[in-house]
């Protein structure tokens, strides 16, 4: 069983950044891939970043493409999603996941995260 906590959310004008972070509980972080989705209101949950157990190998989705970075820290238990350039649209819920594989499937998940706020205004 893992647990996530999300944190780093907020306010933040467009063009601004934040770094969100996600710690989970137990031994076994380092062996699980790393996903983080976000959802807006109205609409569904959407695949933003993913990190595979040892940082070799990440994906993403093509609206944050050289905006967004994803990293992870074993150690710490900790994988941080760093959000530069945000526009008014990156405006959602976001959430992280842990899983088997960093794929950009929502079922390749199992564990979830109760989500963090990010609003970005214009």
């Known amino acids: 069983q893992v647990q996530l906590v999300e944190s780093g959310g907020g306010l933040v004008q467009a063009g601004g950044s934040l770094r969100l972070s996600c710690e989970a509980s137990?031994?076994?972080?380092?062996?699980?891939?790393m996903g983080w989705f976000r959802q807006a209101p109205g609409k569904e949950r959407e695949f933003v970043m993913a990190?595979?157990?040892?940082?070799?190998?990440?994906s993403y989705a093509a609206s944050v493409k050289g905006r967004f970075t994803i990293s992870r820290d074993n150690a710490k238990n900790t994988v941080y999603l760093q959000m530069n350039s945000l526009k008014p649209e990156d405006t959602a819920v976001y959430y992280c996941?842990?899983?088997?594989?960093?794929?950009?499937?929502?079922?390749?998940?199992?564990?979830w995260g109760q989500g963090t706020q990010v609003t970005v205004s214009s």
């Open positions: 996941a842990a899983g088997r594989v960093p794929t950009p499937s929502y079922d390749g998940y199992d564990y």
């Open positions: 137990g031994r076994t972080f380092s062996s699980y891939a």
């Open positions: 990190i595979s157990w040892n940082g070799v190998s990440t």
